[in-house]
């Protein structure tokens, strides 16, 4: 079986967290965070319970039919058994006594529980959004991997850096390909992500998403939303000699295989708004995705002063919406 080249997997499916970087669960954060900061104002702390383990669940199944390299990422483990804490930061307006080092730590720690509000604090405190531990995860490639989009915002709005590269020379768009978190992708086009950077065993972000995914609307969205951003659709993956079609033919996706190819041999528009706007009307998500693809933009307007994404909207159409919405519809 192919292992995800994110995250360690076991003979069963199930993801594992051996040999990788655990990141902390709720009560491991909260005793990470709010610990040395209640020392710095006073304030007694319970101690966090032991113990505490946690399993990943919904490993994407199947493998390509040509071996790729049994490699593995960095894991994260799942959302699952994690009970968000509060904010830890909650009514400290100013820095306790933390050095650059410990800031940055525990964002890395705010980013893996999606703790938003932990993490303005940090930031505002100076933590790096950039900065990376031993394993190469930084607060930005967590919130890529992990699919924490509110967070990716704000590490992208304090100077995240898309070209960053993580233990596997894996963007943050390859990292959110393999998850099949389509919002993230859409986010990082907008943001200029390099599209077809290759990682070192020779995926991009449109291999990953086909070769670690799923048969399924998460991970059909997110082909269609890096095909209308521009990706490269025709290169072979160093590893395999296969294009993205081939490799979904190879792991048996049919749902998958006919959107790839639909998506990639149907001709450009001429008129790439107007094919959108009727694309739209619809509901053909393929369409809306090759519009795109062809120079629409997302948010134009029509006629009647209406964008695609309001007009698939009004019409219940929400896979065209789905994509519209990615691209900043």
Same mark, same amino acid.
């Given at each position: 079986m192919t292992a995800s080249l994110f995250r360690p997997t076991t003979a069963g499916g199930a993801r594992s967290t051996a040999g990788g970087r655990r990141r902390p669960n709720g009560a491991a954060v909260l005793a990470l965070v709010t610990l040395p900061l209640l020392a710095a104002t006073g304030c007694a702390a319970e101690k966090a319970p032991a113990g505490v383990t946690e399993s990943e669940a919904g490993t994407p199944a199947g493998a390509p039919t040509a071996a790729a390299p049994e490699t593995e990422k960095q894991a994260s483990p799942s959302?699952?058994? &994690?009970?968000?804490?509060? $904010? @830890?930061?909650?009514?400290?307006?100013?820095?306790?006594?933390?050095?650059? *080092?410990?800031?940055?730590? =525990?964002?890395?720690?705010? #980013?893996?529980?999606?703790? +938003?509000? @932990?993490?303005?604090?940090?930031? @505002?405190?100076?933590?790096?959004?950039? *900065?990376?531990?031993?394993? %190469?995860?930084?607060?930005?490639?967590?919130?890529?991997?992990?699919? =924490?989009?509110?967070?990716?915002?704000?590490?992208?709005?304090?100077?995240?850096?898309?070209? !960053?590269? !993580?233990?596997?020379?894996?963007?943050?768009?390859? &990292?959110? #390909?393999? &998850?099949?978190?389509?919002?993230?992708?859409?986010?990082?086009?907008?943001?200029?992500? $390099?599209? !077809? =950077?290759?990682?070192?065993?020779?995926?991009?972000?449109? =291999?990953?998403?086909?070769?670690?995914?799923? !048969?399924?609307?998460?991970?059909?969205?997110?082909?269609?939303?890096?095909?209308?951003?521009? +990706?490269?659709?025709?290169?072979?993956?160093?590893?395999?000699?296969?294009? $993205?079609?081939? %490799? #979904?033919? #190879?792991?048996?996706?049919?749902?998958?295989?006919?959107?790839?190819?639909?998506?990639?041999t149907a001709p450009a528009p001429q008129d790439p708004e107007a094919a959108l706007f009727a694309a739209a009307e619809s509901g053909d998500p393929n369409a809306v995705a090759i519009a795109l693809r062809a120079g629409a933009a997302p948010d134009a307007r029509n006629a009647d002063g209406r964008t695609a994404l309001e007009i698939a909207e009004a019409n219940t159409h929400p896979a065209s919406a789905q994509i519209l919405r990615a691209l900043g519809g």
């Open positions: 959302e699952a058994s &994690r009970q968000d804490p509060e $904010p @830890a930061t909650d009514g400290i307006e100013e820095n306790p006594g933390y050095d650059q *080092a410990g800031l940055d730590e =525990h964002l890395r720690s705010a #980013a893996w529980s999606d703790d +938003v509000a @932990a993490a303005e604090k940090l930031i @505002a405190w100076g933590a790096d959004v950039n *900065a990376r531990d031993e394993t %190469m995860q930084s607060a930005y490639l967590i919130a890529t991997s992990e699919g =924490h989009l509110e967070l990716l915002r704000l590490t992208l709005a304090h100077g995240a850096d898309v070209r !960053d590269l !993580d233990s596997w020379d894996g963007t943050g768009l390859i &990292r959110a #390909a393999e &998850r099949g978190h389509w919002q993230v992708v859409g986010e990082l086009i907008q943001a200029g992500v $390099p599209l !077809d =950077h290759v990682n070192r065993v020779g995926y991009q972000a449109i =291999h990953e998403a086909v070769v670690f995914g799923r !048969d399924d609307e998460s991970y059909h969205a997110t082909v269609r939303v890096l095909i209308a951003g521009g +990706v490269d659709f025709s290169t072979p993956s160093v590893s395999e000699g296969q294009t $993205p079609l081939q %490799m #979904a033919y #190879a792991k048996g996706f049919p749902r998958q295989a006919a959107l790839i190819e639909a998506l990639t």
